[in-house]
């Protein structure tokens, strides 16, 4: 699994440039049961990855991912520091300033989440949707 996580994360990386992400998959209670997130470092020009902890919350929790549960479609939110609404800061030590999240699905039924992050705002836009699409099924 190590080493598809590790081809995912930079095959990922190489079609939309983020400074984070997270990969999710949720249970039948909603709860996020697997968290994998990471965050791009650099040394010289090569992106160097670095796993961080996984987690356990209930998606209702963080505004943003029960939108995406019930839309079931991406979103993507160019500046979060305009959007107060679905935006929560939920590591402050971390600037993100641009985010784009899907619904992983699996016979129509929502099963997770992937979510990119930049520190730059309107690093993604709604042009990036179809790319990050291409994920979600």
């Given at each position: 699994?190590?080493?598809?996580?590790?081809?995912?994360?930079?095959?990922?990386?190489?079609?939309l440039?983020?400074?984070?992400?997270?990969?999710?998959?949720?249970?039948?209670?909603?709860?996020?049961?697997?968290?994998?997130?990471?965050s791009?470092a650099?040394?010289?020009?090569t992106?160097?990855i670095?796993?961080?902890p996984?987690?356990?919350?209930?998606?209702?929790?963080?505004?943003?991912?029960?939108?995406?549960?019930?839309l079931?479609?991406?979103?993507?939110?160019?500046?979060?520091?305009?959007?107060d609404?679905?935006?929560?800061d939920t590591y402050?030590?971390v600037?993100?300033h641009?985010?784009?999240?899907?619904?992983?699905?699996?016979?129509?039924?929502?099963?997770?989440?992937?979510?990119?992050n930049?520190?730059?705002?309107?690093?993604?836009?709604?042009?990036?949707?179809?790319?990050?699409?291409?994920?979600?099924?």
């Amino acid at each position: 699994p190590e080493v598809f996580l590790h081809t995912f994360r930079t095959e990922l990386y190489h079609l939309l440039p983020y400074d984070s992400a997270n990969l999710m998959f949720i249970d039948d209670k909603e709860d996020i049961i697997f968290n994998h997130s990471w965050s791009i470092a650099y040394s010289g020009q090569t992106p160097l990855i670095k796993s961080h902890p996984p987690s356990v919350r209930n998606i209702r929790q963080i505004p943003i991912f029960g939108e995406l549960y019930g839309l079931r479609k991406p979103l993507v939110i160019p500046d979060t520091r305009k959007e107060d609404t679905l935006w929560v800061d939920t590591y402050p030590a971390v600037p993100i300033h641009s985010h784009i999240g899907t619904p992983l699905t699996t016979n129509q039924q929502v099963t997770g989440f992937l979510n990119l992050n930049h520190m730059n705002p309107n690093a993604f836009n709604t042009n990036h949707l179809s790319t990050l699409q291409l994920f979600s099924h």
